[in-house]
């Protein structure tokens, strides 16, 4: 059976991959007590990077905000292993945490990060409201453009 919230993503065309695989040698996820921790999630989409580099230099605010959906497709995908498949147990998206491959003079991360956050609350409605950071960095890993974390109370 399809979770909610997994209906409501198939509504605006998204749906769940398999959880990727972690890259080093660390937890996809966390959970302890009723919160699960979801390690950093990068932009893989079929286990490759489709847009490297950095915001600002070498790809545009479109394609970052672009690579943070999928970023944000990615913990959903962690959140649902932790969840034994069902993403209706989530209660509250407490947090997201993203890092911005970001030019120099680049410093529009929040609105790159915004369609993470926009995904949350389309997904979970007001529970998918969070606290977040939000900032640039010169490089991260494999060259990517973004990098999310998160942290999510559940049933």
Do not use: W
Request: net charge negative.
């Amino acid at each position: 059976m399809t979770s909610k919230v997994e209906q409501r993503l198939q509504e605006i065309g998204v749906s769940i991959p398999d959880a990727p695989t972690p890259a080093a040698n660390y937890l996809p996820f966390t959970r302890t007590g009723n919160l699960v921790f979801v390690s950093g999630q990068v932009p893989f989409v079929d286990g490759k990077l489709t847009v490297t580099g950095t915001v600002g230099k070498d790809a545009s605010i479109e394609d970052a905000q672009g690579q943070a959906k999928v970023c944000a497709i990615n913990l959903l995908a962690q959140l649902k292993v932790a969840c034994d498949g069902d993403l209706d147990r989530v209660i509250q998206v407490v947090k997201l945490g993203a890092f911005v491959a970001s030019a120099d003079d680049f410093y529009s991360q929040p609105v790159v990060v915004n369609a993470a956050s926009d995904l949350m609350v389309a997904a979970f409605g007001d529970a998918g409201r969070h606290a977040r950071f939000a900032v640039g960095s010169n490089a991260l890993p494999l060259n990517c453009l973004v990098e999310i974390d998160g942290v999510f109370e559940i049933a």
